[in-house]
């Protein structure tokens, strides 16, 4: 059952965001923890640990390990295609970006020699 949530969590989009994002990592980490929870019939009352569920459970956090592997493929993916050559920039700390207005711009916007009298 568990699986199945997880697949839903990929197909909707929330996995491949940012997983280092605070708010987007914390929310899959609490979903996944309340269906453990919800599956060993776990109430509040109980307060158990996190740890302690996953013992129960004989489980390790590994939607966590998912998600870095996901990134770290993502990012090899990234760096090898010339299509994302923005994304590499971004990536290595360089600044394209600028090159490509400044190419843009150099032949319409400034005359060459400064400004015609």
């Known amino acids: 059952m568990i699986k199945s949530s997880q697949w839903f969590l990929i197909q909707s989009g929330i996995i491949r965001r940012n997983p280092f994002e605070s708010s987007h990592y914390l929310n899959v980490l609490y979903f996944v923890m309340w269906c453990y929870r919800r599956m060993l019939r776990i109430s509040w009352t109980q307060k158990a ?10 489980r390790s956090r590994e939607l966590l390990l998912i998600i870095k592997k996901r990134k ?5 993916h990234v760096l090898r295609h010339k299509r994302y050559q923005l ?30 009298l």
């Open 72 to 76: 770290v493929k993502y990012l090899g």
């Open 87 to 116: 994304r590499q920039a971004h990536n290595v700390g360089q600044s394209r970006a600028n090159d490509v207005l400044e190419r843009r711009t150099h032949g319409c916007a400034k005359p060459a020699n400064g400004p015609i």
């Open 49 to 58: 640990s996190n740890v302690r569920v996953l013992q129960r459970v004989a």
